[in-house]
């Protein structure tokens, strides 16, 4: 029986705050990987953009950072990984992909190198020669809707596009009201990366949004049974979330499109 393949799922975003939906997809995708008999899931990551991104209402990474690692603490195959954050300015997702995935095969490697130096008794030479190291693949995990961003002008780079549906993969986990198959269908390029596309259909509806969760912290309502209560304290204790805050990059384009836009019109102020 052939080995499964290992799969490390990354979703990349705001998480602002991390909803209890943005940990369901993680379980969702695993479930369904799993079932198709082919794959398994070693980990799962989460991780936060960085502050440069633009986007309104987007509060500190630090802050973001913090309520994943909360929100996470009952996972014992999730984690947060706050490269991303970290940078100095926007990254495009194609790099952060490539920069998770260079670390799961510097990780691979090295516990491929001490496995084969130092084996333990019951493996036999034969055995050992004749088994080939399985490499594990990553993939991006994403709601119904982040398909939906490929279509907008000057967004994505088509080149990008290429290489995390080709290369990568997608697990697109869709809501209710979205037909991410008509979308696969309507692309020339996601169409012919469909095999590489894995739908993964939420039967138990949950459309929080962490805009709505924003929207109700601001106005002093309860989200109890939102977000994690680990989460909910840290907002409390730090007044992450505000009238302020809400304002804040408010009438900015986003990181990505002012960088399209600058490259489309150099001279542009």
């Not at 300015?89 to 490539?98: A, D, I, N, P, S």
């Not at 009201?177 to 138990?204: A, M, T």
């Not at 709505?212 to 939102?226: E, N």
Request: aromatic share 8%.
């Amino acid at each position: 029986m052939r080995s499964r393949i290992p799969v490390i799922l990354l979703a990349c975003g705001s998480f602002n705050p991390t909803t209890n939906m943005h940990m369901r997809l993680f379980e969702l995708a695993r479930d369904h990987l799993h079932q198709t008999g082919r794959y398994q899931v070693i980990e799962g990551i989460m991780s936060p953009v960085s502050d440069s991104y633009g986007k309104q209402g987007l509060v500190s990474a630090r802050h973001r950072v913090a309520m994943a690692r909360l929100a996470l603490e009952t996972s014992d195959w999730i984690r947060v990984d706050p490269w991303e954050s970290q940078q100095d300015t926007w990254t495009e997702t194609v790099k952060v992909l490539r920069h998770h995935y260079n670390e799961a095969l510097r990780t691979f490697q090295s516990k491929e190198f001490t496995r084969n130096k130092h084996p333990t008794e019951s493996s036999t030479g034969d055995s050992l020669s004749c088994q080939q190291p399985v490499l594990p693949e990553l993939k991006l995990l994403c709601g119904a809707d982040f398909l939906q961003t490929f279509k907008t002008p000057n967004l994505w780079k088509e080149e990008d596009i290429k290489e995390i549906v080709g290369k990568f993969g997608l697990v697109c986990i869709s809501r209710a009201g979205s037909d991410p198959s008509q979308l696969i269908q309507e692309s020339d390029l996601l169409s012919k990366f469909q095999h590489n596309i894995f739908l993964v259909r939420e039967w138990i509806q949950n459309e929080v949004s962490a805009t709505q969760i924003r929207s109700a912290l601001c106005r002093g309502l309860s989200v109890k049974y939102l977000i994690p209560d680990s989460v909910i304290a840290y907002i409390a204790q730090h007044n992450v979330y505000t009238a302020e805050s809400e304002r804040r990059n408010q009438g900015q384009l986003l990181q990505p499109l002012r960088l399209q836009n600058t490259a489309i019109n150099p001279l542009r102020d």
